[in-house]
C-alpha cells in the first residue's frame, strides 16, 4: 500500500474528533471522503498533512510512519478550503513559494512556477496580486501551488466548493 492509516484517533474533546480511522490507499488511486459537516473529514486530512499531532495511531507512506514529520517534510501537498494564499504575494510568489524549501536553483525555480501557472491556465498574471483575482482564479493559483512540489500525496480540502 501507498498510503496507509493504522488505528488513527485524535481528540479534542469528549466525544469530538476521529476514532480508530482505518484505510489503505494504492498508487495512483483517488479516494474522496464524504460524510456531513463535522464527521472528521478535515481533521484526517490535517492529520495525514502533519497539521495536528494525532493521539496515537500510524500514518505510513511507502511503509514509512511520517507521524514524527513536520508538515514541510512530508511528501504531501494540500489545497485547503480557503485556498490559504499570500496576499502580500503575487501570483508567481505564490505558486513558487514551496519551492524555496527545495535544492533547485533560484533560476529553476522561476521556471517551474512559470511552467505550472500555465497548466492552471493563468499565463501572464504572474505579476497580478491574488486579492484582485476571481475566486476561481485563486483556486488555481493554489492547485499549482500545490501540484509545483510534486508531492507524492496530494490532499484537497474541499477545493471546489
Do not use: W
Request: hydrophobic share 35%; charged share 25%.
Amino acid at each position: 500500500m501507498y498510503l496507509k492509516i493504522k488505528n488513527l484517533n485524535k481528540e479534542f474533546e469528549k466525544g469530538k474528533g476521529v476514532q480508530n480511522i482505518n484505510l489503505q490507499v494504492k498508487e495512483g488511486e483517488l479516494i474522496t471522503l464524504l460524510g456531513p459537516s463535522g464527521c472528521g473529514k478535515t481533521t484526517l486530512l490535517n492529520l495525514i498533512g502533519g497539521f495536528l499531532i494525532p493521539d496515537n495511531g500510524e500514518i505510513l507512506i511507502e511503509n514509512k510512519n511520517i507521524i514524527n514529520l513536520s508538515p514541510e517534510d512530508r511528501p504531501i501537498s494540500t489545497v485547503f478550503q480557503n485556498y490559504a494564499l499570500f496576499p502580500h504575494m503575487n501570483v508567481i510568489e505564490n505558486i513558487g513559494y514551496g519551492l524555496k524549501y527545495t535544492t533547485l536553483k533560484k533560476r529553476e525555480q522561476q521556471e517551474e512556477a512559470i511552467k505550472y501557472l500555465k497548466i492552471v491556465g493563468l499565463d501572464g498574471y504572474e505579476n497580478l496580486s491574488v486579492q484582485k483575482l476571481s475566486g476561481g482564479q485563486q483556486q488555481r493559483v493554489a492547485l499549482a501551488r500545490a501540484l509545483v512540489l510534486k508531492p507524492k500525496i496530494l490532499l484537497l480540502d474541499e477545493p471546489f466548493s
